[in-house]
């Protein structure tokens, strides 16, 4: 079993314009809408927090969509939990030594590093990213783009 395979916004590989382009419009369509990355009810306060958050700054990327809810929120829970772990452990140092606490941390900070695989939001992945909505912000400066844009629209029209 080899990698998982990255979005193609993302991916680093050496690929053809069309494969790159049937990929894109394949995962744009998997992806869905995402008018509805909004945080369940059932997440507390804080989550929902960290939900929003994360939602808010992948969001330019369009990376997420509604299906991505499920591991938005499975991440969220896992940073709460992760940050009640740590303010326990702060507050009484002791603690650092208790089995349980640490099996549930180890359970928590493995919930969190599938998150951050998943949702790409590794530095390498956020530096891709960033570099991915520069290209995107030129191509819709492009005049080239624009001419090709106004002519659908004008074709359209008739």
Do not use: H
Request: proline residues 4%.
């Amino acid at each position: 079993m080899g990698r998982p395979a990255k979005p193609v916004a993302i991916s680093s590989g050496k690929i053809s314009k069309e494969t790159k382009n049937k990929r894109k419009e394949t995962e744009e369509k998997l992806r869905g809408d995402c008018q509805k990355v909004i945080p369940p009810d059932w997440l507390n306060e804080r989550q929902q927090q960290v939900f929003e958050y994360v939602a808010k700054e992948l969001a330019g990327g369009k990376i997420v969509g509604n299906i991505d809810v499920f591991i938005l929120s499975s991440f969220a829970v896992a940073v709460d939990r992760l940050e009640q772990i740590e303010k326990s452990i702060n507050s009484k140092p002791d603690m650092m030594f208790d089995k349980s606490l640490l099996k549930a941390k180890a359970r928590y900070t493995a919930d969190f590093n599938t998150g951050i695989k998943e949702l790409s939001l590794s530095p390498q992945a956020r530096a891709k990213l960033g570099g991915i909505n520069i290209v995107a912000e030129k191509e819709n400066e492009d005049p080239v783009n624009e001419l090709i844009e106004r002519q659908k629209k004008i074709s359209g029209a008739k």
